[in-house]
C-alpha cells in the first residue's frame, strides 16, 4: 500500500517562507492533499493538486510535485505565527487518504 | 453552509464498554469516512460509507463498526472498548466517493480507561 514520510519539525520565523516535504511510495494517486490541524481541532483541507500537475499556487500557498521522484511540497510565503500548527500530506486512492505523519511547524515572532 | 459536526467531542469509556460515535456531513454530501488518529499510529483510515454501503474498509478488527443512513449521516461503533483504542476520531465527507475533497468535521476524542 501507499506509504507517505515528512519529516517532523520545521522551525520558521514570522515573515519567511516556509518548505514542508513529502515523499509517497505509490503513483496511482490522482490527486495529493495538504492538510492543516491546530492543537484540539480537526483537519483543514488546505490545497491539493492533479497529478498531471507540476505545481498549483493559491494565494500563499505553493505546491510542487515531481512524479518522478514522487515528491511534493509546500511552500508558505510570509509564514505568520498563525501557521503554526502540524501539516499532512495525504495520497488518496479512491476516498481512502493516506497520511504521512505530519510536520510540526513552528513560527518565531 | 454548515461544516461536519461530530458528537459527542468528548467521551471516557470503560474498557469492555462499546461506544457509538456521530458524525453528520456536509449538506448534500454523501460520502462519509472515518478516520483514527493516535500518537503511534497517526493517521489511520478506517472506513468510508456512501449510499448507505460501506465502500471501502482500513485494516482495523471487527470491533470497529459503522453505518450510514439515508440522510447521509454515520455512526461509528466500537465494542469491548481496549487501552488503545483511545484516540481522537475524525469523521470527513466529501459530495461523492472516489476521490474528492474531503473535509474534516473537529473530531471526538475518545478516554478508554
Known amino acids: 500500500g501507499e506509504d507517505v514520510e515528512q519529516s517532523l519539525f520545521l522551525s520558521v520565523r514570522e515573515g519567511d517562507s516556509s518548505v514542508i516535504n513529502c515523499t509517497y511510495t505509490?503513483?496511482?494517486?490522482?490527486?495529493l492533499y495538504w492538510y492543516k490541524q491546530e492543537p484540539g481541532a480537526g483537519l483543514q483541507l488546505l490545497t491539493y493538486?492533479?497529478?498531471?500537475?507540476d505545481m498549483k499556487q493559491d494565494q500563499r500557498l505553493t505546491v510542487l510535485l515531481n512524479k518522478k521522484d514522487k515528491h511534493l511540497s509546500l511552500r508558505i510565503a510570509d509564514t505568520q505565527t498563525g501557521d503554526s500548527a502540524i501539516y499532512f500530506c495525504?495520497?488518496?486512492?479512491?476516498?481512502?487518504?493516506?497520511f504521512g505523519g505530519g510536520t510540526r511547524v513552528l513560527v518565531k515572532p | 453552509k454548515a461544516g461536519v459536526t461530530q458528537t459527542p467531542r468528548y467521551l471516557i469509556k470503560t474498557r469492555g464498554q462499546q461506544v457509538t460515535l456521530s458524525c453528520s456531513p456536509i449538506?448534500?454530501?454523501?460520502?462519509v469516512s472515518w478516520y483514527q488518529q493516535t500518537p503511534g499510529q497517526g493517521l489511520q483510515f478506517l472506513f468510508e460509507?456512501?449510499?448507505?454501503?460501506?465502500?471501502n474498509k482500513g485494516n482495523f478488527p471487527g470491533r470497529f463498526s459503522g453505518r450510514q443512513f439515508s440522510n447521509s449521516r454515520s455512526e461509528m461503533n466500537v465494542s469491548t472498548l481496549e487501552l488503545g483504542d483511545s484516540a481522537l476520531y475524525l469523521c470527513?465527507?466529501?459530495?461523492?466517493?472516489?476521490?474528492?475533497?474531503?473535509?474534516f468535521g473537529p473530531g471526538t476524542r475518545l478516554t478508554v480507561t
Open positions: 470527513a465527507s466529501s459530495y461523492t466517493t472516489g476521490e474528492h475533497e474531503q473535509y
Open positions: 505509490d503513483s496511482s494517486s490522482t490527486y
Open positions: 493538486i492533479f497529478s498531471n500537475m
Open positions: 495525504a495520497g488518496a486512492a479512491g476516498n481512502k487518504l493516506t
Open positions: 449538506s448534500g454530501h454523501r460520502s
Open positions: 460509507y456512501f449510499s448507505e454501503t460501506q465502500r
